[in-house]
Structure formats: C-alpha cells, structure tokens
T-cell receptor
Framework: DGGITQSPKYLFRKEGQNVTLSCEQN?????MYWYRQDPGQGLRLIYY???????QKGDIAEGYSVSREKKESFPLTVTSAQKNPTAFYLC???????????FGPGTRLTVT | RKEVEQDPGPFNVPEGATVAFNCTYS??????FFWYRQDCRKEPKLLMS???SGNEDGRFTAQLNRASQYISLLIRDSKLSDSATYLC??????????????FGGGTRLMVKP
C-alpha cells in the first residue's frame, strides 16, 4: 500500500534526552513537512523539505533538527533544547504540482 | 489576528441536521483552500478542496467568498460518523514555491442520536 508511515506511535523520553521521530513515504512525493499539534490547537510547521538534501525552517524550528538524505525519508530530531517537547507530531507529504498535503498517523511524544 | 480563524465549537447537532461552519483568512492573496477532517487522536485527512465556484461532494458543500475572505462547509443530513474536528486550511504561499499551508484551530462537531 502507498502511504506515509511514522514510528513509533507513542514515545516516552526523559527530559534532557534527544529523540528521533521517523517519517517514511512511498508516494514518490518531493515535498515533506513536519508539524506539531498541541491539545486544542492548530498545526504548527516545524520544518519542511521540497527536495532531497534541502530543508527549511518553519514557524517553530527552535529545538528541532531534520535531515533529508533520501526522497522517502524525513526524520525529525527533538533535541534537549526544545523547551516543551510533549506534543503530537505529524509528518506530511505533497506531490509535485499539487497543494494538498497528506499526513502520516503521527507520533505522540511525552517527555517527563 | 490569527491567519486562519475558526469557531472552535463544539457544535452539538442531532442526527439528520444540517450544520454549517465558517472560516476566515487574513491573506487576500491566498490561492488554495481546503477542509480537512481530524478524528480524535488521529491525523488530519483531506475532506475536500474548495474551488472558487463552490463544490459539492455528496452531503458536503464547500464555498469560497474571496471578497469577504471566508470559506464555508455545509454538511447535510448529519450522521453520527460525521463527529470530528473540521480544519480549515489555506495556502498562504509563503515558501519559494508558494506551497505553504496554514491551518485553523478546527471546529469540533458532535452529532447526537
């Protein structure tokens, strides 16, 4: 099946630890995005990548890092510098020539 | 002012009712508009795109008013399964390729038997 996968579904970490969230797509989409959603709030853009080996900061990039070494993969690292990392993290992708984005199932990160 | 604004609700309606949501956006240069549906603790899923002429998909009708900068979603004959949060999404065109989406906070709909 074609789609976007994110793993793990739930992730628990201690404060001060870096953690990497996985996002993989087999839709042959060029653009990929990472969003964060907090309870009762809208999605906020963390980072995006329009092509392999290139990525740009979104609205709330501080405390996060990404890489885009392969078209299919766009992992997000939540570093210890992120002050409030507990949130629902969503990865999305978009095909060339389209504006719609399609989402993976998300990773719910809890940092204590 | 938020870039994309929605009434958070919740809208509590009985089965079979017609319900309408509105959404306003701040950037008059916005070109593309969408409604996404998000179930509790799940990812958003594209419900429909919104075209200038308005468009309909079964029980769902979306309309765009560029002059007033608002988008609407009408759901007819509500089903229990329509209970979800509906996200208004606008392409603000802020990246080099003009492909950035801005999400409203969502409107929660609860359809009761």
């Amino acid at each position: 099946d074609g789609g976007i996968t994110q793993s793990p579904k739930y992730l628990f970490r201690k404060e001060g630890q870096n953690v990497t969230l996985s996002c993989e797509q087999n839709l042959n989409h060029d653009a990929m995005y990472w969003y964060r959603q907090d309870p009762g709030q809208g999605l906020r853009l963390i980072y995006y990548s329009q092509i392999v080996n290139d990525f740009q900061k979104g609205d709330i990039a501080e405390g996060y890092s990404v890489s885009r070494e392969k078209k299919e993969s766009f992992p997000l690292t939540v570093t210890s510098a992120q002050k409030n990392p507990t949130a629902f993290y969503l990865c999305a992708s978009r095909g060339q020539g389209n504006y719609e984005q399609y989402f993976g199932p998300g990773t719910r990160l809890t940092v204590t | 002012r938020k870039e994309v604004e929605q009434d958070p609700g919740p809208f509590n309606v009985p089965e079979g009712a017609t319900v309408a949501f509105n959404c306003t956006y701040s950037n008059s240069a916005s070109q593309s508009f969408f409604w996404y549906r998000q179930d509790c603790r799940k990812e958003p899923k594209l419900l429909m795109s919104v075209y200038s002429s308005g468009n309909e998909d079964g029980r769902f009708t979306a309309q765009l008013n560029r002059a007033s900068q608002y988008i609407s979603l009408l759901i007819r004959d509500s089903k229990l399964s329509d209970s979800a949060t509906y996200l208004c999404v606008v392409n603000m065109g802020r990246d080099n390729a003009g492909n950035m989406l801005t999400f409203g906070g969502g409107t929660r709909l609860m359809v009761k038997p």
